[in-house]
T-cell receptor, first 115, second 113 residues
């Protein structure tokens, strides 16, 4: 079965420190990969995506993600965390051969950045 | 404003009742997706419509149904509601060809009492 794993329910980091939110996937072929962020009482907002090309993808709000094909991972990173980055982060994949284009989401990781 | 409009924002109803959630996709998008977000199960894909036709079905209960109208807005109908149906219901849309990702609405929070 196709799945996405976010192994950490919560990540705690001090403001100014680098952050990493982990994501691994089990999907056949080379899927499209995404990160979304959800603030309280809001919908999910697109952060970044990997389609092809450079393994390091840059997105909104200073976030970036590194695609590692051999480890089937797509970890979200930011060099210097802000308190305002505190939110719920979702990794998602879309199998390339799926004509429905539906996204498969991970369970989410809550990021808490302390001042 | 993401361009995807969901109404109502909040809904409180009793067990056994039926409700309808509405979604208007972003202009130009033909696909509408419905997701359920509950505390213990994350984001669960329910169903997708593309230009009026059902394209994909996920873990959608038989008590739930959806449709997409000629103007491309979509409605999710939930009937015989149970306490466990309390959740955030999100609609998302994507352009023709998939566009690689979605635009989400702000969701409808359903509380069943």
């Amino acid at each position: 079965a196709q799945s996405v794993a976010q192994p950490e329910d919560q990540v705690n980091v001090a403001e100014g420190n680098p952050l990493t939110v982990k994501c691994t996937y089990s999907v056949s072929g080379n899927p499209y990969l995404f990160w979304y962020v959800q603030y309280p009482n809001r919908g999910l907002q697109f952060l970044l995506k990997y389609i092809t090309g450079d393994n390091l993808v840059k997105g909104s709000y200073g976030f970036e993600a590194e695609f590692n094909k051999s480890q089937t991972s797509f970890h979200l990173k930011k060099p210097s965390a802000l308190v305002s980055d505190s939110a719920l982060y979702f990794c998602a994949v879309r199998p390339r051969m799926d004509s429905s284009y539906k996204l498969i989401f991970g369970s989410g990781t809550r990021l808490l950045v302390r001042p | 404003d993401s361009g995807v409009t969901q109404t109502p924002k909040h809904l409180i109803t009793a067990t056994g009742q039926r409700v309808t959630l509405r979604c208007s996709p972003r202009s130009g998008d033909l696909s509408v997706y419905w997701y359920q977000q509950s505390l213990d199960q994350g984001l669960q894909f329910l169903i997708q419509y593309y230009n009026g036709e059902e394209r994909a079905k996920g873990n959608i209960l038989e008590r739930f149904s959806a449709q997409q109208f000629p103007d491309l807005h979509s409605e999710l109908n939930l009937s015989s509601l149970e306490l466990g149906d309390s959740a955030l219901y999100f609609c998302a849309s994507s352009p023709p060809g998939g566009g690689y990702g979605y635009t989400f609405g702000s969701g409808t929070r359903l509380t069943v009492v």
